[in-house]
């Protein structure tokens, strides 16, 4: 079975820097989808961003990129130059590629942006 | 607006009581999932559908019973709760159940609680 670990229940930063969250995993597949997900107090999870584990290109979408390692079995997000709206728990989720659709999901880390 | 709406938002009731959470997706999509989110717990899958047949039930006790008449709606029945039952309960769509480079759609979630 695939487990997600996000050893960081909350984080605080300033507005305009730069956090990290950090994200493990544990899997025998060789090939998976690893993604964040943020959900704000509206509560609606929104997809951040996606990472294919066949590929060595680490993803970027805008102000937002992972860390991917997938010999050490991790995938950190970086958020660059941070907003007050990015202020929002945080989930790491796991998919394998094979079979029907089931995210695994780590804890969640709760990002608070300050002003 | 996210294409996937569940209602109630809210909802309280007695451990004796029968309700139903609806979930409607607006994107056309063949794939649907019930998740249950708890405090300080990650988010676990519940129920998957595709094309209205269950093809996945991950162990979920059967006070709580799913029902899928279309690929646009998916309903959760609830009868005879208990209180570790209060949780937020998220609604997801996809694409198709097989097609894992599709990301998951979630609606805002109806907040449950049982007295």
Known sequence: AQTVTQSQPEMSVQEAETVTLSCTYDTSENNYYLFWYKQPPSRQMILVIRQEAYKQQNATENRFSVNFQKAAKSFSLKISDSQLGDTAMYFCAFMKIQGAQKLVFGQGTRLTINP | ?115
Request: aromatic share 8%; charged share 20%; with cysteine.
């Open chain 2, 1 to 115: 607006e996210t294409g996937v709406t569940q209602t109630p938002r809210h909802l309280v009731m007695g451990m004796t009581n029968k309700k139903s959470l609806k979930c409607e997706q607006h994107l056309g999509h063949n794939a649907m999932y019930w998740y249950k989110q708890s405090a300080k717990k990650p988010l676990e899958l519940m129920f998957v559908y595709s094309l209205e047949e269950r093809v996945e039930n991950n162990s979920v006790p059967s006070r709580f019973s799913p029902e899928c008449p279309n690929s646009s709606h998916l309903f959760l029945h609830l009868h005879t709760l208990q209180p570790e039952d209060s949780a937020l309960y998220l609604c997801a769509s996809s694409q198709d159940v097989r097609y894992s480079n599709q990301p998951q759609h979630f609606g805002d979630g109806t907040r449950l609680s049982i007295l």
